[in-house]
Antibody
Framework: QVQLVESGGGLVKPGGSLRLSCTGS????????VSWIRQVPGKGLEWISY????????YYADSVKGRFTISRDNANNSVSLQMNSLRLEDAALYYC????????????WGQGSLVTVSS | EIMMTQSPATLSVSPGERATLSCRAS??????LAWYQQKPGQAPSLLIY???KRATGVPARFSGSGSGAEFTLTISSLQPEDLAVYFC??????????FGQGTKLEIK
């Protein structure tokens, strides 16, 4: 079954860290660009980070630049998001989503991993 | 950064009727626009790309149109399973990719 599965979410205090993982199954994630997109439940979608298929091109939204780091392990068909210095406003459901190369739209999404930031 | 504005925020349509959702970009994005459907409790799924091309498996009652800064998603004959929030996304000028705030489609 072709799918993306996120893991690693949870409850963390402000200033804390969390690492999310996104694993592809049923296809080779190494053939695809991947983004992380977050959503406060009941609200809109915010793109936060992108990594190219080789990992050589990386982008971040201004809201997370300098605090979050995206990386990938193509041997294990996975992409990770290291989140440091977490703030209350980072609380959201985090989705990983794949792009068909050069397509720039998201043709497959994971089910999401919930990050709660609270003291 | 390109801003995307969707209207209306909420739309209530009877089964079998037509639903028309709008998305406006803050500048010309040609046809670099996608639409997503997010059903309650689920992740978004791709409906339309390049403004008018249906993704694999999307029913023919869904159609997209527009170019430049004005876009429309039309559901020709609303089905109960179309209850969802619909988002548009521009990929003309990125990063960042930007999304509209969504239109919640209710079944009357």
């Amino acid at each position: 079954q072709v799918q993306l599965v996120e893991s690693g979410g949870g409850l963390v205090k402000p200033g804390g860290s969390l690492r999310l993982s996104c694993t592809g199954s049923g296809f080779s994630l190494s053939d695809h660009y991947v983004s992380w997109i977050r959503q406060v439940p009941g609200k809109g979608l915010e793109w936060i980070s992108y990594i190219s298929s080789s990992g050589t091109t990386i982008y971040y939204a201004d809201s997370v630049k300098g605090r979050f780091t995206i990386s990938r392990d193509n041997a294990n068909n996975s992409v990770s998001l290291q989140m440091n210095s977490l703030r209350l406003e980072d609380a959201a459901l985090y989705y990983c989503a794949r792009e068909v190369p050069w397509a720039r739209w998201f043709d497959l999404w994971g089910q999401g991993s919930l990050v709660t930031v609270s003291s | 950064e390109i801003m995307m504005t969707q209207s209306p925020a909420t739309l209530s349509v009877s089964p079998g009727e037509r639903a028309t959702l709008s998305c406006r970009a803050s500048q010309n994005i040609r046809t670099n626009l996608a639409w997503y459907q997010q059903k309650p409790g689920q992740a978004p799924s791709l409906l339309i790309y390049t403004a008018s091309k249906r993704a694999t498996g999307v029913p023919a009652r869904f159609s997209g149109s527009g170019s430049g800064a004005e876009f429309t998603l039309t559901i020709s004959s609303l089905q109960p399973e179309d209850l969802a929030v619909y988002f548009c996304q521009q990929y003309h000028d990125w990063p960042p990719y930007t999304f509209g705030q969504g239109t919640k489609l209710e079944i009357k």
